[in-house]
């Protein structure tokens, strides 16, 4: 019996929200004091079970609760025959908890995801020499394995024979794919742009680095689900003290009538709704301005940031490569750009959608003689030209010759983490442009703002190399900035960091960053981003809108000061009721509950002021 009435016990709150608001109703239109005092009676019985019996599981474990003070304060009230008191603590108290429930509970759903992710089969080669469609359990360290376009990569391994481009999101978060050859790496979980590969086994099944994500997600989430609330650790004290009253003054004067009074005006009514009411408001407000926190836990640890760390791509910068940066050179740049697109338009290069992006509707000419050179581009004819696209090696191979101003302005692209793109016609430089993931629009406004709002370290993680990292990292002037970084790297330097007692933010957007979501105390996930990634997260910007970041940090901050206001308040007004039955003729029972209404009533109240918080710029 006690399982299935805390089992339901949210909609043993709903049910008693109802009655009470149904008793209000009736004596604001009928007038019916029975109807009154009956829908009352029920709500207070069927609120207080659950609370009694969680007192009851407690005081098992010697622990004395808030539970056991609103139970004895309830009973007391029923007695003497205050049922809009105890009908409406009852429905606070539970209302409160449901509250909590929802800020504990971790989703799980999210290792689910991951797992549906991993491939369940493999390609793998026989004694025979022949490819055997087997499960992914069945592989083993050393087995050769194919991988044909568009398949995901079974295992982490080592190419042993093949080219192709692999879509490596899933596991750095970078948006362009990486051309892969005879001995590099590729990792389980990957996609198989184009091309086929033939690679041998190095780590399988959990100990993939894609299995290590879904551990790192399962840990980091359990440690952070023990999380204790500040306002259980002042019930610690609070409760006993109390109830000690109570029994002390029904010691020394025999009086029960006072001693009861004493366990009502104690019991923490605005206390039990003041937090809740503040987070609720502050979620609110956040919800309508593009922020979705996952629990009023949230807005705690998030106010006290110290030290935000972002992921680069689909973060800070825009998540796609489009072209930066261009320059033209010579004359007859208009038929230059269409020998390009023409190129471009059969090429599964990266940066080739890109480019077409760039140059828009153009006329397209017939390319013949396409010739591949590994590692530099693409050299073809196109309407009797010879056309060469691709790097500067390209450039040199071709005897293309690059002027002052060229070979400037191509150190200058580089120098800004740009991918070069040249385009020669007839062994003559023609256009110049630079590619690379573009920095979100009003970015560096946002991390400006995030400094006035206390944040001292502002970080940057990235799987891309280290030069593009950097270039991103002094155009934003962040604290710090790492490349080359894999997820169990990121979610180790996460740890690292809260070694050194830093209150950490992570900011991503990828399956790759969900490990450090998780790890940091406060993930913030970007609502474009992946399923997991938003799971994973205590805080989702919704629609990726990076720009409602200080609203979000300051938001968690008012909703604390707030928090602890209504906390003052509670207690404040308590101790007051409290010191004046107890030193006081004037005060009795019925001015005590008007002021403990107006206690409930000025803790809401203050609470209520969050959903018009606007952050000031």
Known sequence: MQRLILGNKNKIALAGGVLIAAAFLNRWTLGSTAIF??????????????????????????????DLLVTIAVLGAFAIRNFEESAVVTFLFLFGAYLEQRTLQKTRSAIKELVEMAPETALKQMEDGEFVEVDVDDVEVGDILLVKTGAKLPVDGTVVSGEGSVNEASITGESLPVAKEQGSTVYAGTILDNGTLQIAADRVGEDTTFGKIIELVEEAQDS???????????????TPAVLAMGILVWLFTRDVELAITILVLGCPGALVIGVPVSNVAGIGNGARHGVLFKGSEVMGDFSRVDTMVFDKTGTLTAGSPSVAEKEYYGEN????????????????????????????EVELLPVENTEVVKGQGVVATVNGRRVAVGNVALMEAE????????????????????????????????????????IRPGVQGVLGRLKKLGVKNLIMLSGDNQGTVDAVSRELSLTEAHGNMLPEDKAEYIKSLLDQGRIVAFVGDGVNDSPSLAQAQIGIAMGGGTDVAVETSDVVLINSDFNRLPHALGLAKATVRNMKQNILIAVGVVLVLLASVLLSDWMNMSIGMLVHEGSILAVILNGMRLLRFRLRT
């Open 37 to 66: 005092e009956w829908a009352l009676i029920v709500a207070s019985v069927l609120g207080i079970l659950p609370i009694a019996i969680q007192a009851y599981q407690a005081l098992r474990l010697r622990l004395v609760t808030i």
């Open 224 to 238: 952070k689900s023990e999380a204790e609330r500040f306002i259980d650790r002042f019930a610690r004290y609070y």
């Open 333 to 360: 740049i208009e038929e230059a750009l269409g020998y390009l697109a023409s190129i471009e338009r059969e090429s599964d290069h990266p940066l080739a959608k890109a480019v077409l992006e760039e140059i828009g």
């Open 399 to 438: 005897g293309v010759r690059l002027s002052d101003k060229a070979q400037a302005d191509a150190a200058r692209f580089a120098e800004k983490g740009n991918s070069l793109v040249l385009t020669s016609v007839d062994g003559e430089l023609k256009i110049l442009m630079g590619v690379r993931d573009q």
